[in-house]
């Protein structure tokens, strides 16, 4: 008798068939409609294609046709190849890197021997159509690494082969999948056949790094995205020329909110008068919530120790992404380039040689700057230091005891790092003083800047950006306090979400995958935490949570919120997370009731995400049209005629005293200009004052939240009433007009990569 496979259907029942059964057989067993429908399949979690085999024993299935969100990753990482297929046929000689689904489409990384331009686009798309139109099958195959490495190499595809090198050389076998005369590594899945794509679009280029790698070859990175209709494509473009209308950096310009120096540093926010009082506002209103809370508020440096990071493991994790550290000894730049290229398994004998030859020179004091360029580390220090890692270094008999010798050698050397995270300062301001029990939660609060080295083809304005200021908070609590505490924590979130009308969202408890060595800590405490985050959205009302499988912090798990702005835009803000671990590798302690010493627990929390892209998203969300209390000019004073200026420079002073932003607008131009370029800067509200409103004591009130032009004149008002009613909408930090969605601009549940 064969294996037998048991399926779950997602509605709880039960199919039974033999082992090696496929998906597709699966659905057609259940019925014609279905297995016309069906794009890949979910078993155990995983996406997979339709012609995978199933495995004996006991597995959750379920079919994923056209109408599954998931689904559509599937199809847009199936047209990345179809786009890559079209790009070779017309661009011979082109070199492959990757093809990942994005948020809304998917793009693929490539080297023409001819650059692409967005004037090439149409021609790739008429191949790309000619590709659909042949539906032809994405068939899968596996060779042995080593044969699959020889086969890329044989279609000269040099990237492809150093992936297998570098990434893929501790797997027995490597994937591929097959369409027509083109063959691409990959794992998959894809959809059946080409012609399931039902509309696609080109978007854009950029340039990228080979793996992001900026020492590595310069790429071109093809952005398209792709749908199962041509309505949906259609919607989405419609979308997207509504984003392009509210994108934070021509608004950011026009507002005078922020600017972008190439002299003072890609991917600085430098914030102008207007934009810094956004921020400010924006700081206040959370800062006053905080306190009512129990925060307390502290400050850090903006460098740390780089042992502090080794500690808590943000270094060398996010090494990748960090500014290079900061060293009093110049060699210790030598030795790290040697350390990597030892650990890459890159280093020849010859550089091995040439490195030795560097560090012999300097520990006889051959070094080729001066003396007088490190007063604050003595030339004998250096030397002495290159001395102790030559004798150490030759001393190794392998390359697992070399590279313990140079890491060793460069943790024992004075290094910085621009901070990348906030936690381990606050941990030491922790560690400060003993604590009791009654000490806790201690509550910590900072608004503190983080630096990050984005590659530059992945900077955008201010939602990705180098040095960003977070919201940040460290709650140091008790066991028995966690639940609770995160509870309050979730509650803050949703606090500010609902304040600044960013009412649609989902919640996304992220956790690790079990695959995945990245994350550290003891799994009993990982299975706690996990347990703990899931019971308590469960038991929260009104939450539409999911689970992410791979998405938790290497050292905890956490809830994520996901926002969708009001074009249909999903952006990670806010975030919860519960670690058990960083009190550990910093062993933090506190007296108990019971007299004995006791670990805390750490949540780490940050409902805004960062300043810069918090505000680049509610500079798009709102279109610059900012409610009143968050606006940084509040009103304008527009005077009809010279006349009615002595009145007008009265009415702003009263307002001013009042304590709101108002400026006024004297110049002797036409009252219609004046209206204009107070509705182009987006002021909410315009007063209009003349010789009658001076005698009478009123202003003519112009709402510019109001969609209809034609309505937005109020009419006079006495200054008292209009005061009361700004005073009463800045109370209520009531939103003015904020569009809404007409389309889903997000992908799927998954990403994929070719």
Not at 66 to 94: N, Q, W, Y
Not at 167 to 196: M, N, T, W
Not at 654 to 669: N, W
Request: charged letters at 30%.
């Amino acid at each position: 008798m064969s294996a037998q496979v048991s399926l779950k259907l997602p509605d709880g029942s039960i199919r039974e068939v033999p082992a090696g059964t496929r998906p597709r057989e699966v659905a057609e067993g259940i019925g014609k409609r279905l297995a016309a429908a069906a794009v890949a399949a979910k078993v155990d979690g995983e996406i997979v294609d339709l012609e995978r085999e199933l495995p004996a024993g006991e597995h959750t299935f379920e079919l994923l046709t056209d109408k599954s969100k998931e689904a559509l990753d599937v199809l847009r990482h199936s047209t990345a190849h179809i786009m890559a297929r079209a790009v070779m046929r017309l661009f011979p000689g082109t070199q492959l890197a990757f093809g990942p689904t994005t948020e809304n489409g998917y793009y693929y990384d490539i080297d023409s021997p001819t650059p692409i331009t967005e004037a090439d686009f149409p021609k790739i798309e008429e191949e790309m159509r000619k590709i659909v139109k042949l539906a032809e099958p994405f068939e899968r195959f596996e060779r042995p690494t080593a044969e699959g490495k020889a086969l890329v190499l044989d279609m000269k595809q040099k990237l492809k082969g150093e992936h297998i090198d570098e990434g893929l050389s501790k797997y027995d076998s490597v994937s591929f999948y097959r369409q027509g005369e083109f063959i691409d590594l990959c794992r998959g899945p894809h959809i059946p056949h080409a012609g399931k794509v039902g509309a696609f679009k080109l978007l854009s280029i950029a340039g990228a790094y080979w793996k992001n790698d900026a020492k590595r070859e310069q790429l071109q990175r093809l952005y398209g995205t792709a749908f199962f209709e041509q309505k949906q494509l259609d919607e989405y473009l419609k979308q997207v020329e509504e984003a392009k209308k509210r994108d934070h950096r021509v608004l950011g310009k026009q507002l005078k909110l922020f600017t972008i120096s190439q002299v003072a540093g890609q991917g600085m926010i430098l914030w102008m008068p207007k934009g810094a009082t956004l921020r400010f506002e924006l700081e206040q209103f959370i800062r006053a919530e905080l306190v009512k809370r129990g925060y307390s508020p502290v400050y850090t440096p903006h460098i740390g120790n780089l042992n502090l990071y080794r500690t808590s493991g943000h270094f060398p994790y996010y090494a990748d992404a960090q500014f290079p550290p900061m060293y009093f000894n110049p060699v210790v730049a030598t030795v790290d380039t040697w350390h990597v290229l030892l650990e890459k398994k890159h280093l020849t004998p010859e550089r091995e040689k040439a490195f030795l030859a560097v560090i012999e020179g300097v520990s006889n004091g051959e070094f080729p700057s001066g003396e007088d360029e490190y007063p604050r580390y003595t030339w004998g220090q250096i030397k002495l230091d290159a001395r102790a890692l030559l004798a150490e270094y030759k001393e190794a008999t392998d390359d697992a005891a070399k590279l313990k010798c140079l890491k060793d050698w460069m943790a024992g050397q004075e290094g910085y790092l621009l901070k990348p995270m906030n936690c381990p300062h606050h941990i030491q301001i922790y560690k400060a003083t003993p604590k009791s029990y009654r000490d806790l939660p201690l509550k910590l609060a900072e608004f503190g800047t983080v630096y990050r080295y984005e590659q530059s083809g992945e900077l955008g304005g201010m939602t990705r950006v180098r040095g960003f200021t977070q919201d940040d908070a460290h709650l140091f609590v008790t066991p028995e306090q966690v639940e609770g505490e995160l509870r309050s924590e979730i509650d803050l979130v949703l606090y500010i979400l609902r304040t600044l009308n960013l009412t649609d969202y989902r919640v996304r408890v992220s956790v690790r995958d079990p695959e995945s060595s990245k994350y550290v800590g003891d799994p009993a405490d990982w299975e706690k935490a996990e347990a703990t985050l899931k019971s308590i959205v469960e038991t929260t009302p009104g939450l539409n949570w999911s689970l992410g499988v791979g998405e938790a912090a290497f050292y905890g798990p956490k809830i994520d919120f996901i926002v969708k702005d009001c074009i249909g835009r999903e952006w990670q803000l806010g975030t919860v997370q519960l670690d058990y671990n960083l009190p550990k590798r910093f062993e933090l302690e506190y007296m108990g009731s019971d007299n004995h010493t006791h670990r805390p627990v750490m949540l780490h929390r940050a409902p805004f995400g960062s300043l810069e892209r918090f505000a680049g998203i509610l500079i798009e969300h709102f279109a610059g049209s900012f409610p009143l209390w968050l606006a940084p000019e509040q009103a304008r004073v527009l005077t009809i005629s010279e006349k009615s200026a002595e009145y007008g420079h009265k009415v702003e002073a009263e307002l001013k005293a009042a304590g709101f932003r108002v400026t006024g607008d004297y110049r002797s131009e036409k009252i219609g200009g004046k209206v204009a370029v107070g509705s182009q800067e987006k002021v909410p509200y315009l007063l209009v004052v003349g010789e009658k409103d001076a005698a009478n004591g009123t202003v003519s009130v112009r709402d510019e939240s109001i969609e209809d032009q034609k309505k937005r004149d109020l009419g006079p008002k006495p200054l008292a009433e209009v005061i009361a009613m700004f005073k009463a909408e800045i109370a209520e930090k009531r939103v003015r007009n904020v569009s809404t969605a007409t389309a889903d601009l997000t992908g799927g549940g998954a990403k994929f990569e070719g």
